[in-house]
């Protein structure tokens, strides 16, 4: 079994800055993805950023530049850096570990764009509950 937990949210104003951290305990792969995703009120959720075992890491487009992932040790706690945070980015924060193995990705996708493949689908394992970012007009 694979636990995560989220921490760090929190209310901050417009072009603000937060860090979250997960941190990953259990019978997990030190070696398979790693994900940020968020949902807004009355969006869908929306993946944000991912890192792979080697140090890639991908972005969604729309936080490029201003988000950064990285991790500590072993893959077991992950942060998520945000800078110039903006009112339409309020929503819950999840991350999420380890591939969902389809016959689509295993079949179609190539072993080195499966992390961000995952990440524009939401396809991943196991979820952490979330923590709550509020930004501030």
């Known amino acids: 079994q694979v636990h995560l937990a989220e921490s760090g949210g929190g209310s901050v104003q417009a072009g603000g800055f937060l860090r979250l951290s997960c941190d990953v305990s259990?019978?997990?792969?030190?070696?398979?993805?790693m994900g940020w995703f968020r949902q807004g009120p009355g969006k869908a959720r929306e993946g944000v950023a991912a890192?792979?075992?080697?140090?890639?890491?991908r972005y969604a487009a729309s936080v490029k530049g201003r988000f950064t992932i990285s991790r500590v040790g072993d893959n077991t706690r992950i942060y998520l850096e945000m800078y110039n945070l903006n009112p339409g980015e309020t929503g819950i924060y999840h991350c999420?570990?380890?591939?969902?193995?389809?016959?689509?990705?295993?079949?179609?996708?190539?072993?080195?764009?499966?992390?961000?493949?995952?990440?524009?689908?939401?396809?991943?394992?196991?979820w952490g509950r979330g923590t709550q970012v509020t930004v501030s007009a």
């Open positions: 999420a570990h380890g591939l969902e193995q389809t016959e689509k990705m295993l079949r179609y996708i190539e072993p080195r764009d499966r992390c961000g493949w995952a990440l524009a689908r939401g396809h991943y394992t196991h």
């Open positions: 259990g019978n997990f792969d030190p070696m398979d993805c």
């Open positions: 890192l792979e075992h080697d140090g890639s890491r």
